[in-house]
């Protein structure tokens, strides 16, 4: 049995107002999915845990069968992973984005939490100069990423620190988490460092002349210490291959003790290389006897608030990801596709929910069901069956 679960990150919404009270997901042409779901079963699926945040790390563990609550540290050790860092047992990894703010009147407005979608090319430039204003006590190490997304590792006390990811505070005053940085005065040191070298550097001055949003501050959080987490075949006895643009999920991957595929093009946004996932993809499952494909461009949509841009990111993972996969394996033997959201990352409040997921089942052994359900988030709501856990989860995937 081959088993592909196909994620659209962030594809959950409420209802709009412009779209006749209807959701993205109800609003978009999804041909592929709905020949899935009419075909197939829906369920319901918690993938934050209670008392967690909604962040995409917590959820796409759920998905791959995990439990969080019993060993998540922090999203930026498993971003580390991804980039081949090795944490020492006091080491601290942070994320680092580059972002866009607005200094006025004593405060700080977070304008964009990813510098106007800056590219991995200009980002690198800039990295590489930020690594010249890190603090000389040799307690801080940075490392490029992709696009917005970096890393830094730092050997201190952070205890007390408490940090807030900058896409759930869009053109919001975020002057009180900024002042939370002075806790730790070398890494305040550095942040205010960073703003007076961001601010001239060749990269931002032609991106000011291209009428594009410059980097003008890194944003440190998610901070946490290397996790102790079972691999998928040490909890589940299963080998997996997992493709995705985006470190976390490529740590979480690591991990996991999966092969995580790189796919030459793959972004994390609407430009990604769709094409060459379901490509790895398909050659994936003659390998392993899990896939799991990741899209990251609806929630990132979802956190600019552009409902164009998640409505055409929604039809995209139709058309170019669950079409494309649904038909080469349509004749392929017995195989299970899983349609699913890690969470809702809503229009309107440009941030995610705890909200429950609608979970798509397709498994070839079983006749077709026929029915005239779609896959949205009513038809979730209303789905009988509902796991509480990852772990729930994962064992009626494999069932």
């Known amino acids: 049995m081959k088993t592909i679960i196909l994620v659209g990150d962030g594809m959950g919404d409420f209802p709009l107002a412009e779209l006749g009270d209807k959701t993205v997901l109800e609003a978009a042409h999804t041909p592929a999915m709905d020949r899935l779901a ?3 079963r829906i369920v319901r699926l918690q993938t934050v845990p209670e008392g967690m945040l909604p962040g995409s790390d917590v959820a796409n563990l759920s998905l791959l069968g995990y ?16 980039l081949g860092v090795e944490l020492a047992k ?20 977070m304008i ?23 603090p000389t006590s040799g307690n801080a190490d940075l490392y490029p990423g992709i696009d917005y997304r970096h890393l830094l590792v730092y050997r201190g006390d952070v205890a007390s620190l408490e940090t807030v990811p900058p896409h759930d505070y869009p053109n919001k005053d975020v002057s009180h988490h900024w002042q939370a940085y002075q806790q730790v005065p070398e890494l305040a040191g550095f942040m205010v460092e960073a703003q007076a070298l961001l601010a001239d550097h060749p990269v931002n001055q032609q991106r000011r002349k291209d009428g594009k949003l410059p980097a003008t501050d890194v944003w440190l959080w998610g901070q946490g210490k290397a996790p102790a987490m ?12 997992l493709i995705s643009a985006v470190d976390l999920l490529k740590g979480i991957g690591v991990y996991a003790g999966m092969e995580v595929l790189e796919v030459e093009g793959a972004t994390g946004y609407l430009d990604t290389n769709y ?7 398909l050659a994936a499952l003659e390998q392993h006897d899990l896939v799991f494909v990741h899209v990251e461009a609806p929630d990132e949509t979802g956190h600019q608030g552009l409902v164009d841009k998640k409505m055409q990111a929604v039809e995209d993972f139709d058309a170019k990801i669950v079409g494309p996969i649904a ?3 349509e004749n392929g033997g017995d195989h299970k596709i899983i349609v699913c959201m890690d969470h809702f990352t809503p229009l309107s409040m440009r941030t995610h929910t705890t909200d429950e997921v609608p979970v798509l089942f397709y498994d070839s052994r079983i006749p077709d069901l026929e029915t005239e359900q779609r896959y949205t988030e009513a038809t979730g709501r209303a789905a009988k069956i509902v796991f ?12």
């Open 38 to 40: 009419r075909r197939g």
């Open 67 to 82: 439990r969080a609550e019993e060993f998540y540290t922090g999203r930026s050790p498993l971003e580390a992973a991804s």
């Open 90 to 109: 006091n080491d601290i990894a942070f994320r680092l984005n580059l972002v866009n703010t607005q200094h006025e009147n004593g405060g700080m407005t």
């Open 112 to 134: 964009d939490y990813s510098a106007g979608h800056i590219s991995t090319a200009e980002a690198h430039e800039l990295i590489a100069a930020l690594q010249t204003i890190l």
């Open 230 to 241: 079972a691999t998928m075949l040490e909890q589940y006895g299963i080998s997996g291959a």
């Open 275 to 281: 094409q060459g996932k379901v490509a790895a993809a």
């Open 327 to 329: 038909a080469a394996l």
């Open 388 to 399: 509480g856990n990852g772990r729930e989860f994962m064992t009626e995937v494999l069932r």
